[in-house]
């Protein structure tokens, strides 16, 4: 079914990107994956062509776009190359938002310069070792101290945390209160603060080139002119971006999922098995008509949930339900399509192996599959 979320404008900036990513990115993906992060002048490349900082306002020398499509277009175009562009995702859909949303205007002169250009990375620090989709129970503390909050604590599994300037740490800053939701504060914590330390890298089984890291703070003291937003706000400035990082997970899953159809028709079309192509088996014949129609139906959802996010009028609800059926609907094409490959799918050489290993994690980060079905019953009055 033909799309009505793109017009022209759309399109000459996906070409731009296409083209970017066939030069920067493709050609070097390889030695990415094995060093596993994608190296810094990358994202300086970025903010040079304008994609850094495309959603920041023209005033402060950004692209001013307010419609999500063209993030979007972003995700569709490193899917249909094969590859993922490190952290840019969480870049410019999850952390950089906070930084429009409640930056002042002396912080805004002091970092949105550096952001736009790609200088300057970002990350921002949530999940500790002990909570993961429960940030009331987050126990990172920032205690007052004069003109500076002296912070204390641990975070884990903190994407782009390895080349990160400037991170957005969520701590508590008022450790008396009773209510579990309220007390919290946003701390941008800078490269190179005595007592910030990044740590290891994780190995994990999927996106590779995603550099993903534990932090430790030890008495970091980070000036009050770092507080990000409203001090005891913490909590309720994050809910205000989780319906775009929830849109990002989804249009990725479905851009991956496309992919792993793309792919898995081009191999059994190829492969011969019993004297024929696997393509003239009933079953693959129905399997990947199941697996096209399963993308169709999830991508008219996202596309309808991208205008609606652009206009303002996405609710956490609707969010869940989307970024849930997306990615459960990625889950189930990129299984069926790795099972059509045979024992070749099980092989990194083959794309269908990557493609089914940074699948695993859209049903857990941006909040878990099971954690978008509460929300959802919520609404319901359940």
């Known amino acids: 079914m033909q799309r009505n979320i793109y017009n022209e404008d759309h399109e000459a ?31 300086r490349k970025l903010g040079e062509v304008g994609i850094m900082g495309i959603n920041f306002p023209v005033e402060c020398g950004g692209g001013g776009q307010t419609d999500y499509a063209f993030n979007a277009l972003i995700q569709e175009e490193a899917a249909n190359a094969h590859v993922t562009l490190g952290t840019l995702r969480t ?25 736009i250009s790609g200088e300057y990375l970002t990350a921002i620090a949530m999940t500790e070792p002990d909570t993961g989709s429960d940030l009331a129970g987050v126990r990172t503390s920032a205690i007052r101290d004069g003109e500076e909050f002296v912070l204390n604590g ?22 008396a209160s009773e209510d579990r939701r309220s007390g919290f504060s946003l701390l941008v914590v800078e490269d190179g603060m005595a007592g910030f330390t990044k740590g290891r890298r ?7 080139v995603q550099d993903t890291v534990e932090l430790s703070f030890v008495d970091v003291r980070v000036p009050v002119a770092n507080l990000l937003g409203e001090e005891g706000q913490g909590f309720a400035h994050l ?30 079309l190829e492969r011969r098995v019993f004297g024929q192509t696997v393509s003239k ?23 309808r949930a991208i205008s609606e996010l652009s206009n303002g009028h996405l ?31 099980y092989v990194h050489e083959y794309p269908i192996a990557r493609l089914y290993a940074d699948a695993r994690v859209t049903r857990i980060y941006g909040g878990t599959s099971e954690v978008m079905k509460t929300i959802i019953s919520k609404s319901l009055g359940l």
């Open 315 to 345: 609710s956490p609800v609707d969010a869940a339900k989307v970024k849930l059926f997306c990615t459960e609907v990625q889950a189930r094409v990129v299984d069926r399509c790795l099972q059509l490959f045979g024992g070749y799918g």
């Open 154 to 175: 641990s975070k884990t599994f903190i994407t782009g945390g390895e080349l990160a300037d400037l991170v957005i740490v969520f701590a508590r800053t008022d450790t």
């Open 202 to 208: 994780l190995d994990k089984f999927g996106l590779k």
């Open 13 to 43: 900036f996906r070409n731009l990107v296409r083209d970017f990513i066939l030069r920067e990115s493709v050609p070097f993906y390889d030695q990415w994956e094995k060093q596993g992060v994608v190296p810094r002048d990358f994202f």
């Open 239 to 268: 809910s205000h971006n989780l319906p775009q990082e929830r849109i990002a997970i989804a249009v990725g899953s479905v851009a991956q999922s496309r992919k792993a159809l793309e792919v898995t028709v081009e191999y059994v």
């Open 91 to 115: 870049q410019l859909d999850i952390v950089l938002p906070y930084f429009r949303a409640y930056a002042n205007d002396e912080q805004q002169k002091r970092w949105f310069p550096k952001l």
């Open 281 to 303: 088996f009933q079953n693959t014949k129905f399997e990947l008509a199941s697996v096209a129609t399963e993308i169709e139906a999830a991508e008219s959802m996202l596309d």
